[in-house]
């Protein structure tokens, strides 16, 4: 069993940066594909970036496209998302799961071990 803690959230103003880690404990960590999600106020949870488990291929929603970084380190087993240029819109609860399903879609239920999450706030 994989657990997920995230850290590095906070309250910024709009074109700041933050850096969100996502520690990792349990076997079998490195050989899984990981993930960001995020979840505004009312909204559902989407898919933020993703990163395989070599880190070799990400994916991005078009949103943070050029803006968010995701990258792995599995000698710390931790994931980060580097978050650049940050909007309002880009308020909301962030969280990093496992990818539990062979399929190339982002969907919530292609990922599981879900952590708490951590929350960014974004001032204009």
């Known amino acids: 069993q994989v657990q997920l803690v995230e850290s590095g959230g906070g309250l910024v103003q709009a074109g700041a940066s933050l850096r969100l880690s996502c520690a990792a404990s349990g076997r079998s960590y490195n050989s899984y594909a990981m993930g960001w999600f995020r979840q505004a106020p009312g909204k559902e949870r989407e898919f933020v970036a993703s990163i395989t488990w070599n880190g070799g291929s990400t994916y991005y929603a078009d949103s943070v496209k050029g803006r968010f970084t995701i990258s792995r380190d599995n000698a710390k087993n931790t994931v980060y998302l580097q978050m650049n240029n940050l909007k309002p819109e880009d308020t909301a609860v962030y969280y990093c799961?496992?990818?539990?399903?062979?399929?190339?879609?982002?969907?919530?239920?292609?990922?599981?071990?879900w952590g708490q999450g951590t929350p960014v706030t974004v001032s204009s």
């Open positions: 799961a496992l990818r539990i399903t062979p399929a190339r879609s982002m969907k919530v239920s292609d990922f599981g071990s």
